[in-house]
């Protein structure tokens, strides 16, 4: 049974987890980003993204600057303010929306072209540098960001301004005479065409997509460009893989290439099987997800592991201090997660959006909004990373911005746009695949939702409906002891991949309890980086050690994975749960000898205090591992 994504119009989460991140992302973090968009921001380099804008529009003189994507950060930041408005009905957001949309009305060409990379730099090169060029992957933001716009306000001018776009590309790329048969260096337009066709029911984003999507890996594609025989003999790490272009899509059966261009593919590749009905694309997605989930993927739910062209390596090669897994790779991992959800509802898909988006997402963003990481690694040694040059990619610390921003208005969209994420649902079927707080109201039913997650395994269902249906509850692969009471009564239902499914009616209250115990995990030994190694996750929330809890060297410490494991409330970080557990450490002092005998070695009984992985790095700059030495097995 396949089931449909909601419109995010139908869903504002109310909860006490997520709201303080959302009020802050609305209250503080738009305006913010809207004056680092503005370049008015002291301290934040530089986006030119406005001024790129006002100057292809002819309304300033001046040179393109920053990378050629930098349309896709303004983008990402329009998105994020229109799905604010559901949480904020803010005039001056709406005012700096519109202001926005009337620059790129004017900027764009009378034929439709939009994208100030090439109107202001390139002007001869347009559709000719499809590897890197990211026309079309900036189209794709820009039309997503009028799909979200047109779903919060009702206001079609954003979406007419890119339909006129959306039609040049129709025109322009196909198989027929005089059309470009190729696709984009990086995906991104498949997903957005596939939410166009969504919101519009208009053919022509379908089949747009469609194209795109089942003509990847074919030749001549984009084989031919000169730009993209220059990108391979200047960097090796850029290659046919790099652009998840190196077999026919149906004939791929591993990640491969750039992390984020991979994710936002899938994503594409999901959309387009289900609404096509394409079994083909769907086995092949079976077999992506199975490679990325069982062999590619961090436990924080982030993916691409290298640096060297931000890209999924080999199966199992899994470095911890040296791992990119960048912030916008594991958002596309969610978006993927809830395609695949929609395509067949399981629990493995939620359990593994849940994680990401408890773990590699947030740990993108700092508490205050103002800052942000592009890379996650899951050790860091701050001397070491500051030293050596296989750890340039790594920070040891957040930023207020970046010369390539894709991360911080990705990780603000995700928040405003959370509610998406909860829900999918059939005719007579909602299905529920996260206990985060929220008020829905669908055609013909409504939930209201209280949650305690992620400390807490529980949440209360309160059920309004013209007419019976039935409420699937996702039982996490986690959950210990899942039960559920319909009106104080033991819920009668049954289970079907990972769900239990319930009859509810109009008036009925259902609350739901799980154990969520703090457990210690091990790595598939292939995973050689951590053989030896175990961590601590409790429910969907990775645990990590941090110097400002337990002082350096914390790679000295070996966890009793059989010891007995403390589960705290801390007032830190405005009330979370702590982790300690038993072990030992070092008694060695710094004179100790560089090597010696283990007889002559001492070690002591110690205690580590663990604290949520995405929260790292919030009391300043220090040492962090979320995999630790073990002792036994």
Same mark, same amino acid.
């Given at each position: 049974?396949?089931?449909?994504?909601?419109?995010?119009?139908?869903?504002?989460?109310?909860?006490?987890?997520?709201?303080?991140?959302?009020?802050?992302?609305?209250?503080?973090?738009?305006?913010?980003?809207?004056?680092?968009?503005?370049?008015?921001?002291?301290?934040?380099?530089?986006?030119?993204?406005?001024?790129?804008?006002?100057?292809?529009?002819?309304?300033?003189?001046?040179?393109?600057?920053?990378?050629?994507?930098?349309?896709?950060?303004?983008?990402?930041?329009?998105?994020?303010?229109?799905?604010?408005?559901?949480?904020?009905?803010?005039?001056?957001?709406?005012?700096?929306?519109?202001?926005?949309?009337?620059?790129?009305?004017?900027?764009?060409?009378?034929?439709?072209?939009?994208?100030?990379?090439?109107?202001?730099?390139?002007?001869?090169?347009?559709?000719?540098?499809?590897?890197?060029?990211?026309?079309?992957?900036?189209?794709?933001?820009?039309?997503?960001?009028?799909?979200?716009?047109?779903?919060?306000?009702?206001?079609?001018?954003?979406?007419?301004?890119?339909?006129?776009?959306?039609?040049?590309?129709?025109?322009?790329?196909?198989?027929?005479?005089?059309?470009?048969?190729?696709?984009?260096?990086?995906?991104?337009?498949?997903?957005?065409?596939?939410?166009?066709?969504?919101?519009?029911?208009?053919?022509?984003?379908?089949?747009?997509?469609?194209?795109?999507?089942?003509?990847?890996?074919?030749?001549?594609?984009?084989?031919?460009?000169?730009?993209?025989?220059?990108?391979?003999?200047?960097?090796?790490?850029?290659?046919?893989?790099?652009?998840?272009?190196?077999?026919?899509?149906?004939?791929?059966?591993?990640?491969?290439?750039?992390?984020?261009?991979?994710?936002?593919?899938?994503?594409?590749?999901?959309?387009?099987?289900?609404?096509?009905?394409?079994?083909?694309?769907?086995?092949?997605?079976?077999?992506?997800?199975?490679?990325?989930?069982?062999?590619?993927?961090?436990?924080?739910?982030?993916?691409?592991?290298?640096?060297?062209?931000?890209?999924?390596?080999?199966?199992?090669?899994?470095?911890?201090?040296?791992?990119?897994?960048?912030?916008?790779?594991?958002?596309?991992?969610?978006?993927?997660?809830?395609?695949?959800?929609?395509?067949?509802?399981?629990?493995?898909?939620?359990?593994?959006?849940?994680?990401?988006?408890?773990?590699?997402?947030?740990?993108?963003?700092?508490?205050?909004?103002?800052?942000?990481?592009?890379?996650?690694?899951?050790?860091?040694?701050?001397?070491?990373?500051?030293?050596?040059?296989?750890?340039?990619?790594?920070?040891?610390?957040?930023?207020?911005?970046?010369?390539?921003?894709?991360?911080?208005?990705?990780?603000?969209?995700?928040?405003?746009?959370?509610?998406?994420?909860?829900?999918?649902?059939?005719?007579?079927?909602?299905?529920?695949?996260?206990?985060?707080?929220?008020?829905?109201?669908?055609?013909?039913?409504?939930?209201?939702? =209280?949650? *305690?997650?992620?400390? %807490?395994?529980?949440?209360?269902?309160?059920?309004? !409906? #013209?007419?019976?249906? /039935?409420? &699937?509850?996702?039982?996490?692969?986690?959950?210990?002891?899942?039960?559920?009471?319909?009106?104080?009564?033991?819920?009668?239902?049954?289970?079907?991949?990972?769900?239990?499914?319930?009859?509810?009616?109009?008036?009925?209250?259902?609350?739901?309890?799980?154990?969520?115990?703090?457990?210690?995990?091990?790595?598939?030994?292939?995973?050689?980086?951590?053989?030896?190694?175990?961590?601590?996750?409790?429910?969907?929330?990775?645990?990590?050690?941090?110097?400002?809890?337990?002082?350096?060297?914390?790679?000295?410490?070996?966890?009793?994975?059989?010891?007995?494991?403390?589960?705290?409330?801390?007032?830190?970080?405005?009330?979370?749960?702590?982790?300690?557990?038993?072990? =030992?450490? *070092?008694?060695?002092? %710094?004179?100790?000898?560089?090597?010696?005998?283990? !007889? #002559?070695?001492?070690? /002591?009984? &110690?205690?580590?205090?663990?604290?949520?992985?995405?929260?790292?790095?919030?009391?300043?700059?220090?040492?962090?591992?979320?995999?630790?030495?073990?002792?036994?097995?």
């Amino acid at each position: 049974m396949s089931s449909e994504m909601i419109n995010i119009r139908q869903v504002r989460v109310a909860d006490k987890f997520w709201d303080k991140l959302i009020d802050n992302a609305t209250e503080h973090v738009i305006p913010y980003q809207w004056r680092v968009l503005n370049d008015n921001e002291p301290d934040a380099t530089p986006s030119h993204a406005i001024r790129n804008f006002r100057i292809a529009a002819g309304l300033e003189e001046g040179e393109f600057q920053g990378y050629q994507f930098q349309d896709s950060d303004l983008a990402k930041w329009m998105e994020a303010a229109s799905f604010s408005l559901m949480y904020k009905d803010s005039e001056e957001t709406r005012k700096e929306l519109k202001e926005a949309i009337e620059l790129i009305g004017k900027a764009q060409q009378p034929d439709g072209y939009l994208d100030t990379h090439y109107i202001v730099k390139k002007p001869d090169k347009k559709w000719q540098e499809l590897a890197h060029g990211h026309e079309l992957y900036c189209a794709g933001h820009m039309l997503e960001a009028a799909v979200a716009y047109t779903q919060m306000t009702g206001d079609e001018s954003f979406l007419n301004i890119m339909d006129k776009l959306v039609d040049l590309i129709c025109k322009t790329f196909g198989k027929g005479e005089g059309q470009i048969d190729a696709y984009p260096g990086h995906e991104e337009i498949e997903l957005a065409l596939m939410k166009a066709y969504r919101l519009t029911g208009k053919d022509k984003y379908k089949k747009m997509a469609e194209f795109f999507i089942l003509n990847r890996g074919s030749k001549p594609g984009f084989f031919d460009d000169p730009r993209y025989k220059e990108l391979l003999e200047k960097d090796k790490s850029i290659d046919a893989n790099y652009y998840q272009v190196h077999l026919p899509v149906l004939e791929q059966e591993t990640a491969e290439g750039h992390a984020v261009r991979a994710m936002y593919f899938y994503t594409g590749m999901a959309d387009v099987a289900k609404e096509t009905g394409n079994k083909d694309l769907v086995n092949t997605l079976h077999k992506l997800w199975k490679n990325v989930t069982q062999k590619r993927m961090y436990i924080t739910g982030g993916v691409g592991s290298q640096g060297d062209g931000e890209r999924f390596s080999i199966d199992y090669d899994l470095p911890n201090d040296t791992c990119y897994t960048e912030t916008c790779a594991a958002i596309g991992l969610a978006m993927w997660s809830l395609r695949m959800l929609a395509l067949e509802p399981k629990r493995e898909y939620a359990d593994i959006m849940e994680r990401a988006l408890y773990n590699n997402v947030l740990s993108g963003i700092s508490q205050d909004g103002e800052h942000y990481f592009y890379v996650n690694p899951l050790m860091v040694k701050p001397d070491v990373a500051h030293f050596r040059r296989d750890h340039e990619s790594v920070e040891t610390q957040r930023v207020k911005w970046f010369g390539c921003a894709c991360c911080p208005p990705n990780v603000i969209r995700t928040l405003t746009g959370l509610g998406q994420y909860i829900y999918t649902r059939s005719d007579r079927r909602v299905y529920q695949h996260l206990y985060i707080g929220n008020e829905s109201a669908f055609e013909d039913m409504k939930l209201s939702c =209280t949650s *305690s997650m992620p400390w %807490e395994g529980k949440a209360e269902i309160r059920v309004g !409906a #013209e007419k019976p249906f /039935e409420l &699937a509850l996702r039982v996490p692969g986690y959950a210990k002891d899942f039960a559920v009471t319909v009106n104080g009564q033991a819920a009668k239902g049954h289970e079907e991949d990972g769900y239990l499914i319930v009859e509810v009616k109009d008036g009925d209250v259902l609350n739901v309890s799980f154990d969520m115990d703090a457990e210690v995990y091990c790595a598939n030994p292939h995973v050689t980086e951590d053989c030896a190694k175990v961590c601590v996750v409790r429910g969907p929330v990775v645990y990590c050690a941090e110097e400002a809890d337990n002082g350096k060297l914390l790679q000295d410490f070996r966890m009793d994975p059989h010891g007995a494991i403390e589960v705290d409330a801390s007032e830190l970080f405005g009330g979370i749960r702590v982790v300690r557990v038993e072990g =030992t450490r *070092s008694a060695a002092d %710094e004179d100790a000898p560089l090597y010696m005998p283990v !007889a #002559e070695s001492k070690r /002591e009984k &110690a205690v580590m205090t663990l604290i949520p992985y995405y929260l790292w790095n919030n009391r300043g700059e220090g040492e962090m591992t979320v995999w630790m030495n073990s002792i036994g097995g």
